[in-house]
Nanobody, 132 residues
């Protein structure tokens, strides 16, 4: 069982920066590929970013590329999402997710893990609101 707890969401202004954290449980956290997703009101949950267990492979949704940065600190069992140049369209509940399944390097290199079904565990979410 893996527990994920997100934090860092708040109300910010357009153009501000914010860093989200996702703390995970378990000694094998370092073996999990991780992802960030978001869900705006009335919309489906969508992919934001993914990072391999080692941190060497990273992929972003086009909508956040160049503005968001995903990273991880396996010693702290934590994954981060640094969000810069925030826009009102970034307003959503942000979720982190973990997969305990094995995905080959070639599979990961084909575009990361952008599908909800590729993950086994989800956090409860943290609200990010960007005002204009």
């Amino acid at each position: 069982q893996v527990e994920l707890v997100e934090s860092g969401g708040t109300l910010v202004q357009t153009g501000d920066s914010l860093r989200l954290s996702c703390a995970g449980s378990g000694r094998t956290f370092r073996n999990y590929a991780m992802g960030w997703f978001r869900q705006a009101p009335g919309k489906e949950r969508e992919f934001v970013a993914t990072i391999s267990w080692s941190g060497e492979s990273i992929y972003y949704a086009d909508s956040v590329k160049g503005r968001f940065t995903i990273s991880r600190d396996n010693a702290k069992n934590t994954v981060y999402l640094q969000m810069n140049s925030l826009e009102p369209e970034d307003t959503a509940v942000y979720y982190c997710a973990a997969t305990t399944r094995y995905y080959s390097s070639s599979y990961f290199r084909s575009g990361g893990l952008p599908r909800l079904g590729e993950y086994d565990y989800w956090g409860q979410g943290t609200q990010v609101t960007v005002s204009s």
